[in-house]
């Protein structure tokens, strides 16, 4: 037993200094030398591509507010919005410490597939893509991510966005939509996860343009 | 398409890993393996022990015991004094007690079910120093144990096991850092973060936007998260996140790198038994239910969800709730049932918001005892116990005295194999009960009708299997939860073990029985099937009534939201 007792508080010991800092600090070494711009947060002028932004709130002068960008996700918009009841009230904007209305944290909603209010609060997203005049959104533009800031929309969700941004802009709707196809990125390798778009780059782009 | 050639790659790779891995993982814990002899030397000294100084199956348990009850209090007592400790740009406080309690035993059972939000709660000193030293340290447990049986097959009339620091030594140093190193250049490479710089703020001049974005030593955690079949991450959305799972890439390696001991311990058994064919017998059983497993899920997530298609929006894509877009729902569908058919854990969206039938496939995966493949060395010494239980109910069947590899199965083993098969399900389902029966358990889920009872159900299954994902709604953070919870973990982890150990000490004690004629195979088809059987009926008959109210229902309540 003591025996016992000794030899784990050494191995305990040597774990803690190998496995706990010895591997994340050569690790980190490792990454930062050949990875630097990943290993720091893929962070550009405008934010990381790896994290979503909020774009609802954009004002477009003559035009409804938001409708002049392409969004995201509508992690942290409409029913999902900042909490402003939570205490301490919830900033929102897709902060990264904030989820679905909830402080603190990365996350989805969790509602369930038979939720009430997964249902009520898809049928808000709907009335409020209408509103804007994207007239078919698609189910990821009035559903919420996994991680409460996905960057990334597909390219049909981008191209039912078109017609509102056209309006907004002026831009013309085949410039968009040729900027939509130079904005995807193919699934990797032509069959790893989905092919995607990132909203920021996506902008980004877009604000170059006028 | 994408998912053809994701799944044709994936049996590339793990069939290369079965072979190659499981060939190496063997000649490791025969001592053939020496390339890190010089960190691996002054290890045994410091100890003050050596490979030929062998354990009885008593001793080998009882070090296994008194290491882990150090690892829960070194956990326990770095979290409690995080704020004083260094490598805590946040300047995060103590972790709760009742939490405190949960996370140590959370993380030195293997489970990494997490009732905090990492980034909000833990400072990068407990990231790194407790939690991911646990994720290094467990996996090997797990594999030594594994080991451990696997011996009390290949020796004859031994009083003794193996060493069990030995034993871990060799499988941190050999095995699980070297990979984990590698899968952790992949990982940054993709985007995962990994800086000790703290978070960052930003303002994006575009739309208005500040975002204050939390970092930290994030990518090579992910690699031993998965390759330990752990599941805890850095952030509180798991890798749903981008910081940890940021391409298809990474979710492929994630898959990879959670099934590729578990299936290749199979042949490191064949091999160290002396017949691969054995191996690749569990190896099948594993197999074509896991299949049927991401089959089913995946089909599942492909349908669309109950909830949107009702809002009135269809097209033709899968359940996208709670799902990320760079991997689509087939690719979440197949990180899902990876991930709860091993004891990983990890999860790359929102399990709560799947269909009911995709929840069935995740809860069903872990309830099937976690053997199809199950976590790194827990999946090889549960489907042992399975393969025992399946001998003897051959044997009964046929009329002859059991064996298996030449070794007499009789009333000792069959006790402890059976011990081993029922002390999770008892867990699961008692504590379950008193969990609904309860106000402090009744007051966790977040959604309403079946789906809140699937939240409990999860949960317990979850930690009672050492698995750790979760249906996430629950508010798991009470101190009902963290108890409860804490005991489940235990009495998953170490109620099997020890069993476990106990069978490979009276297994290795026995001689072995030529075969003759009227030996029971148990290295054919008929076999497979007996196995499969074993455990899709022990499964089935003990959790069937608790998941018909749970996700049955909820599949069958047509036009109905609660």
């Known amino acids: 037993m003591l025996i016992h007792l000794r030899r784990s508080l050494v191995m305990c010991v040597l774990c803690l200094i190998f496995f706990g800092f010895v591997y994340a600090l050569a690790g980190t070494g490792v990454a930062q030398l050949l990875f630097t711009h990943q290993a720091n947060g893929s962070i550009t002028a405008n934010g990381s591509t790896l994290i979503g932004q909020n774009w609802a709130a954009v004002r477009c002068p003559g035009h409804p507010l938001g409708s002049c960008v392409f969004h995201g996700r509508p992690d942290d918009t409409g029913p999902y919005a900042a909490n402003p009841k939570a205490s301490p009230p919830v900033p929102g ?19 369930g597939p038979r939720s009430k209010v997964l249902l009520a609060n898809t049928r808000a997203l709907v009335a409020y893509w209408h509103k804007l005049g994207v007239a078919n959104p698609t189910p990821d533009l009035v559903t919420t991510s996994g991680s409460g800031y996905d960057p990334d929309i597909s390219p049909a969700d981008a191209l039912v966005q078109v017609p509102m941004v056209a309006k907004a802009t002026g831009v013309s709707p085949a410039t968009l939509r040729s900027l939509i196809a130079r904005q995807t990125h193919p ?3 032509g069959f790893l996860g989905s092919s995607y778009i990132d909203v920021l780059q996506l902008n980004e782009a877009l604000a170059a343009l006028h | 398409m994408g998912l053809t050639w994701t799944i044709v790659t994936l049996v590339i790779a793990l069939g290369l890993a079965w072979r190659f891995l499981g060939s190496y993982m063997a000649a490791v814990f025969e001592g053939r393996v020496h390339f890190l002899g010089w960190a691996e030397r002054p290890v045994y000294r410091l100890l003050g022990t050596s490979p030929d100084q062998e354990q009885t199956w008593k001793r080998y348990a009882g070090a296994l015991i008194v290491f882990s009850a150090l690892s829960i209090a070194l956990t326990y007592v770095i979290i409690r004094i995080q704020g004083s400790l260094p490598l805590n740009p946040q300047h995060l406080g103590a972790v709760p007690p009742a939490l405190s309690f949960n996370t140590a035993a959370s993380f030195v059972t293997n489970t990494n079910w997490q009732n905090y939000g990492g980034e909000t709660t833990m400072s990068y000193f407990s990231q790194m120093g407790a939690l991911t030293v646990q994720q290094f340290v467990t996996p090997a447990v797990g594999i030594a144990v594994a080991i451990a049986v696997v011996r ?19 499988c941190l140093l050999y095995v699980l850092l070297p990979i984990a190193f590698v899968a952790g250049i992949i990982f940054v490479g993709q985007g995962a973060v990994q800086t000790l710089a703290g978070p960052v703020h930003i303002r994006n001049a575009l739309n208005g936007v500040t975002q204050t974005i939390p970092r930290g030593p994030i990518g090579f955690m992910e690699a031993i998260k998965q390759l330990g079949t752990n599941g805890g991450g850095f952030l509180n959305a798991n890798s749903a996140t981008p910081f940890e799972n940021p391409t298809g890439l990474t979710n492929w390696l994630s898959i990879f790198l959670v099934l590729c001991i578990p299936f290749s311990l199979t042949y490191t058994f064949g091999k160290m038994v002396g017949s691969v064919r054995h191996g690749a017998a569990l190896l099948a059983a594993m197999v074509i239910i896991f299949g049927i497993w991401v089959g089913g899920t995946t089909i599942a997530e492909h349908q669309q969800n109950p909830a949107v298609a009702a809002a009135g929006v269809h097209a033709n894509v899968g359940n996208t709730v709670g799902k990320e877009v760079r991997f689509g729902d087939t690719s979440t569908a197949l990180f899902g049932a990876a991930s709860t058919s091993t004891s990983t854990g990890s999860a790359d969206a929102s399990y ?38 399946a001998v003897f109910i051959g044997g009964l069947m046929i009329g002859r005295t059991p064996e298996y590899l030449g070794k007499k199965i009789q009333a000792k083993e069959v006790k402890l194999a059976g011990l081993g098969a029922l002390v999770m399900p ?19 889920p977040l959604n309403a009708g079946p789906h809140g009872f699937t939240e409990i159900l999860y949960a317990l299954t979850s930690q009672g299997n050492n698995n750790g994902s979760a249906f996430a709604g629950l508010t798991g953070n009470t101190a009902f939860y963290n108890v409860v919870g804490g005991i489940d973990m235990l009495i998953g982890r170490f109620g099997i073990m020890v069993p476990a150990i106990a069978l490979g000490g009276v297994l290795a004690a026995k001689n072995v029985v030529p075969e003759s004629l009227g030996t029971f195979r148990t290295d054919n088809g008929m076999f497979v099937g007996l196995v499969i059987g074993v455990i899709v009926i022990i499964g089935g008959l003990t959790f069937f009534p608790a998941v018909s109210l749970g996700p049955i229902v909820e599949q069958l309540s047509h036009g109905k939201f609660f």
Do not use: C, K
Request: hydrophobic share 45%; proline share 4%.
């Open chain 1, 187 to 189: 699934a990797q390798l």
């Open chain 2, 352 to 389: 709560d918001s799947f269909t009911p039938m995709g929840g069935f496939f995740l809860i069903t995966g872990m309830m099937l005892g976690e053997v199809t493949p199950g976590g790194v060395g827990s999946g090889l010494y549960t489907i042992l116990i399975y393969a025992i239980i």
């Open chain 2, 152 to 170: 009390g097959f290949s020796r004859r009339n031994s009083p003794t096991i193996g060493n069990f620091w030995v034993d871990i030594t060799r």
């Open chain 1, 93 to 111: 904007g897709d902060n990264p410490l904030v989820a679905n209305g909830n402080a603190g944290e990365s996350g989805g909603t969790n509602l």
């Open chain 2, 426 to 444: 008892i867990a699961v389902l008692v504590l379950t009960a008193i969990a609904v029966s309860i106000h402090a358990g009744r007051a966790g």
